[in-house]
């Protein structure tokens, strides 16, 4: 049974909001420039997502999700908890992925093949156009080492 103290500032959440015919619960207060609900406590500013899905499952997971791909929604049940890996993986999957990445994946590979083979890297760097550090980082796994293809997240799947 949730702690009446808990319960309470769930509520006062929620009654910040505005019920969309989505379903979805848009928080009427001060956001973000990514457009998240954003509060505070004293001198301290949070994401209002993260706090109501602390409040309501009892837990702080590294990264909280919106099912509904809505950024000042915070409705309990379009709030999903995961590892940073996860929400990167989501937000790719739905195409808000910012990259910054010259290389694709198969590219980097090739580089770190060739240069293994002894191929130089201020030659490999001037052909992907990329600098010789990143040439390095990629041969000696210091870069594209985490690498994960993007599958969609079951609650994705329509």
Known sequence: MPRPIIEKDLQWFLSRGVRTASGCLLWTG??????????STGAREYRVHRKVFALRFGEEPEAVMHICDTPP????THLIGGTRAENNLDKAAKGRARSR???TFEQAME???????GEEGKSLALEYGVT???VCD???GRSWTNYVPIEPRPHDRK
């Open 30 to 39: 001060k956001k973000d420039r990514s457009g998240y609900g954003i509060s």
């Open 73 to 76: 929604c915070f409705e309990p």
């Open 101 to 103: 990445a010259k290389l």
């Open 111 to 117: 580089i770190r093949r060739r240069r293994l083979a």
């Open 132 to 134: 010789q550090a990143t």
């Open 138 to 140: 990629i041969s000696k």
